[in-house]
């Protein structure tokens, strides 16, 4: 793939990371989810922690972008994902915070692809 053009390369990068990601977004990679339970209160705190730093590491990555369209229209994704997460602290919900969580680390692994592929 050496002779092969960057947008191809970057194209060939994106679909190597959204493969990686289906395996283990997959319902069935995941399991049936269990019950909540009194034990499950505890662990809310530590999974929005998770969630914020995620969302740290994806907008340090984004202040790297140098294309402006592209950096604008991943910060508009970036504010969605930041009040999806607002509205877990209003009520939270394992399940949505797990979808929140895979689609961020898609759309990190998106943009670090986009970042990280060479300019010709």
Known sequence: ???????????????????????????????????PTAEAVPARPAALDTLDRALARFAALLAQDDDPAHQAATRRMLDGFRQRRDALQAAFDASRCDDLRAELNLEYQRLAAWIGSPRA
């Open 1 to 35: 793939m050496s002779g092969a053009r960057p947008g191809i390369r970057r194209l060939a990068a994106v679909a190597r990371a959204m493969l990686g990601l289906a395996a283990v977004a997959s319902p069935v990679a995941r399991g049936a989810a269990p019950a």
